[in-house]
């Protein structure tokens, strides 16, 4: 299994940040997706997860109505859309398969002013 999340970067509160996480070795669209963060010090928090289908997306409250994860099965790859961004949404961000325990390495979001 591999993961390769990108579209980290710098952004001002209230801007927006696309995140992708192209992924391969295993059967894309049997597979639940999910997005985790961590900041150094700090719990990994889920995110985001979305069935195989992309049919029922589920929110951490942290971030509902604010994010919006969702994926292109064709392309093997996973989206999480970030809008109104917070300084507490400062974290490096995972793409994470569920049933393989399987993490990408991360890409860093800074949101600050």
């Known amino acids: 299994v591999q993961l390769e999340e990108s579209g980290g970067g710098w952004v001002q509160p209230g801007g927006s940040l696309r995140l992708s996480c192209q992924a391969s070795?295993?059967?894309?669209?049997?597979?639940?997706m999910s997005w985790y963060r961590q900041a150094p010090g700090k719990e990994r928090e889920w995110v985001a997860h979305?069935?195989?289908?992309?049919?029922?997306?589920h929110y951490a409250d942290s971030v509902k109505g604010r994010f919006t994860i969702s994926r292109d099965n064709a392309k093997n790859q996973v989206y999480l859309q970030m809008d109104n961004l917070k300084p507490e949404d400062t974290d490096v961000y995972y793409c994470?398969?569920?049933?393989?325990?399987?993490w990408g390495q991360g890409t860093q979001v800074t949101v600050s002013s």
């Open positions: 994470v398969v569920p049933k393989f325990a399987s």
């Open positions: 979305l069935t195989s289908s992309g049919a029922s997306p």
């Open positions: 070795g295993f059967v894309f669209n049997t597979a639940v």
